[in-house]
């Protein structure tokens, strides 16, 4: 509901018969070209995507935490209760393939990467919904993650994913004193990603701003 009230109090800010500017949201993406020797199977090799699907797929990926953000749910780990950590994150909204207003510029194969600009151009609709993300609700944190180099694009994901992860734990250990049964809230990439490789590892580096929409406690008898 929160959310609602802000996007519709952002357009109402923006005015009616103000000229349109342009407003794109751009991040620097990259693959590797080729796989590490001997991690797949043929199997897994005949069913790998090209590299350019596969900067297609992680674009749009990394655009989404942009433009629309993800929602995650977490639950702390606790050996007194027998509890493994659980984290899910999910897209508010994808960009599908073909969506118009998607692009990837500046294609430069370099190898071992193919590397690009992903862009997305904010409509109304979505700037007015990017905009709404700038509010005192919402909180700078920063997180890093690792993934599998051998898992490809799958371990680009998890890097990103476990970014995400480390950020919001971060953010709970504060607020909270007590260990809740679970946290669910939304993030969104405050500005371009980093990703590099470390010692056989995706690692990346992420800005985010996060809310957290509701924290579950234990219940006490």
Known sequence: MRRLVLVLCAGLCCGVGTAETVRIVRAPVWVYLETVPGSMTPEELAAKMPPIQELDEISRFVLAGMVYGWRYSYTPSDKTRNVAEFFSLEPLQVIPRGDPRFSLSKLTPDYPRLSCWAEFTLDESVARWTDSWNSVLYKNV????????????????????????????????????NKPKEIRGEVLLRSEPRLF????WFVADLRLLNHIDEIVPYQTF
Not at 142 to 171: C, F, H, N, P, W
Not at 197 to 200: A, N
Request: hydrophobic share 30%.
């Open 142 to 177: 920063r997180g890093r993650g690792r993934g599998e180099r051998t898992d490809e694009i799958a371990g680009i994901k998890s890097a990103y994913t476990q970014a995400v992860l480390q950020a919001v734990r971060e953010a709970a250990r504060k607020l909270e004193k």
């Open 197 to 200: 490789v470390e010692e056989g």
